[in-house]
């Protein structure tokens, strides 16, 4: 069975870190292209970063460029997703998600997590 | 940035009743659409991709049609569990992936 775990959510002030993990399993890891979708509080989703199957490439939308970084242990079937420098407006639920397969679809979502929150507040 | 834009925002439906829920792209995705299904409390779940293409496993009540800026998810006959809020996601831009605002399907 696919499975993807995410752990690492928490409060933390502004300027602060974190780090979110996800454990994946029941799948070829290493096949597959990885993402991070956030969802804050009440409102719609959106995609935060991807990670090609090697990590030799990585996008992340405009509003966490220099302030996260996406990688993954292929190993230990893991990835994980570093913030520093949080705002606020980071405050959601962060969802780990399994690409469906090659091409543009890298770009779809067919096994999530369940989420871990993180608040960003004083 | 291609933007999506889905209406209604909210839809008030009855068991039974065929539900259409439309999402407009900004320009041009071609059929690079997906369509997620979301109940509150949990993960979205994969419905549809490239415009009309079922997830395995999803109900055939479920359909998507369209191409370029204009899609549609149709559910032929809304079931109990069907009421949730529903998002469309373009992934034709390669270097960036968004979703539509979502559609809150709710009980009339």
């Known amino acids: 069975e696919v499975q993807v775990v995410e752990s690492g959510g928490g409060l933390v002030q502004p300027g602060g870190s974190l780090r979110l993990s996800c454990a994946a399993s029941g799948f070829t890891f290493r096949s597959y292209w990885m993402t991070w979708v956030r969802q804050a509080p009440g409102k719609g989703l959106e995609w935060v970063a991807n990670i090609k199957q090697d990590g030799s490439e990585k996008y992340y939308v405009d509003s966490v460029k220099g302030r996260f970084t996406i990688s993954r242990d292929n190993a230990k079937n893991s990835l994980s997703l570093q913030m520093n420098s949080l705002r606020a407006e980071d405050t959601a639920m962060y969802y780990c998600?399994?690409?469906?397969?090659?091409?543009?679809?890298?770009?779809?979502?067919?096994?999530w997590g369940q989420g871990t929150l993180v608040t960003v507040s004083s | 940035d291609i933007q999506m834009t889905q209406s209604p925002s909210t839809l008030s439906a009855s068991v039974g009743d065929r539900v259409t829920i439309s999402c407009r792209a900004s320009?041009?995705?071609?059929?690079?659409l997906a369509w997620y299904q979301q109940k509150p409390g949990k993960a979205p779940k994969l419905l549809i991709y490239r415009a009309s293409t079922l997830e395995s496993g999803v109900a055939s009540r479920f359909s998507g049609s369209g191409s370029g800026t204009e899609f549609t998810l149709t559910i032929s006959s809304l079931q109990p569990d069907d009421f949730a809020t529903y998002y469309c996601?373009?992934?034709?831009?390669?270097?960036?992936?968004?979703f539509g605002q979502g559609t809150k399907v709710e009980i009339k």
């Open positions: 996601q373009q992934y034709n831009n390669y270097l960036t992936w968004t």
């Open positions: 320009q041009s995705i071609d059929i690079w």
């Open positions: 998600a399994r690409g469906r397969g090659g091409g543009a679809s890298v770009g779809v979502y067919d096994y």
